[in-house]
């Protein structure tokens, strides 16, 4: 077991734990939500329970709350074991560079299949209605944390030539 020095934490490996960290925070706001140009349409909505109106990751799908953990989990392992020399060899840095990335293609998927949550029929009735179907706070901050984490762990991959 490594020794918990976290001062010998470099700054590329806390700026991968804290991009995971704030990932995880974003899991909590809304991903997706709905929205309307309409003023009659949009008091509508406000009069709506608001998990009809927003929807958190969990609710989002597979695309909003798996990338979360792709940065979160990395981000963790480099600050626990980012000063062991034998598990910086084996390619941990690389490991985090490639499971950011993949988060980082994730989410942008899930940004552009954000409609998809809702099947063909919802989509038609809201279009009709005036309703868009936006993204909400916690896709922009997950998304913020994914480029965060790509930036740190090609820093650190470089930091290793």
Same mark, same amino acid.
């Given at each position: 077991?490594?020794?918990?020095?976290?001062?010998?934490?470099?700054?590329?490996?806390?700026? *991968?734990?804290?991009?995971?960290?704030?990932?995880?925070?974003?899991?909590?706001?809304?991903?997706?939500?709905?929205? %309307?140009?309409?003023?009659?349409?949009?008091?509508?909505?406000?009069?709506? +329970?608001?998990?009809?109106?927003?929807?958190?990751? /969990?609710?989002?799908?597979?695309? %909003?709350?798996? +990338?979360? $953990?792709?940065? $979160?989990? +990395?981000?963790?392992?480099?600050?626990? $074991? !980012?000063?062991?020399?034998?598990?910086?060899?084996? *390619?941990?840095?690389?490991?985090?560079?490639?499971?950011?990335?993949?988060?980082?293609?994730?989410?942008?998927?899930?940004? $552009?299949?954000?409609? /998809?949550?809702?099947?063909?029929?919802?989509? *038609?009735?809201?279009?009709?209605? !005036?309703?868009?179907?936006?993204? !909400?706070?916690?896709?922009?901050?997950?998304?913020?944390?994914?480029?965060?984490?790509?930036?740190?762990?090609?820093?650190?991959?470089?930091?290793?030539?």
């Amino acid at each position: 077991m490594p020794e918990l020095g976290f001062k010998k934490v470099t700054w590329r490996e806390w700026l *991968g734990l804290a991009a995971g960290l704030l990932a995880l925070v974003a899991l909590f706001f809304p991903w997706t939500t709905l929205t %309307a140009s309409r003023p009659e349409i949009e008091d509508v909505l406000t009069s709506l +329970p608001a998990g009809d109106v927003t929807r958190d990751a /969990w609710r989002s799908g597979f695309l %909003a709350w798996a +990338p979360v $953990f792709l940065l $979160f989990l +990395p981000g963790l392992a480099v600050v626990l $074991f !980012g000063r062991v020399e034998a598990v910086r060899r084996a *390619g941990l840095p690389h490991l985090w560079l490639m499971a950011a990335i993949a988060a980082l293609l994730l989410m942008l998927l899930g940004w $552009f299949t954000l409609d /998809w949550q809702f099947d063909a029929d919802q989509r *038609g009735i809201l279009s009709a209605a !005036g309703i868009e179907i936006g993204a !909400g706070l916690g896709r922009y901050l997950g998304l913020a944390a994914a480029v965060v984490s790509v930036v740190g762990a090609a820093f650190d991959v470089r930091a290793r030539k």
